[in-house]
């Protein structure tokens, strides 16, 4: 049983940067593909962007174009989001989910584990 934690939310503004962090335990880090999704008020949960258990393999969404990065360092068993040229339309509560296996899933039934997410607020 994996325990997520993500930190690193807060109020930015638009044109910043900011980098999530999530937290794991109970398991093996290294082990699960790790994910980002994120969720703004009235809207569905959707997929950010993911990553292998070895870190080598990153999948992202669309919209994040080059401005979001994923990554991870397994001997803090922690992942990372790290954000860039922000704007108010990514203004959300950010999740980090995990599963065993493979990264290449963007919907959040495919994510067994979830963090309890934090909030991203950009302001124009």
């Known amino acids: 049983q994996v325990q997520l934690v993500e930190s690193g939310g807060g109020l930015v503004q638009a044109g910043g940067s900011l980098r999530l962090s999530c937290s794991a335990s109970?398991?093996?880090?290294?082990?699960?593909?790790m994910a980002w999704f994120r969720q703004a008020p009235g809207k569905e949960r959707e997929f950010v962007g993911s990553i292998g258990g070895s870190g080598d393999s990153t999948l992202y969404a669309d919209f994040v174009k080059t401005r979001f990065t994923i990554s991870r360092d397994n001997t803090k068993n922690t992942g990372y989001l790290q954000m860039s040229t922000l704007n108010p339309e990514d203004t959300a509560t950010y999740y980090c989910?995990?599963?065993?296996?493979?990264?290449?899933?963007?919907?959040?039934?495919?994510?067994?584990?979830w963090g309890q997410g934090t909030q991203v607020t950009v302001s124009s």
């Open positions: 989910a995990a599963r065993m296996g493979t990264l290449w899933h963007r919907t959040m039934y495919d994510y067994n584990y």
């Open positions: 109970g398991g093996t880090f290294s082990n699960y593909a």
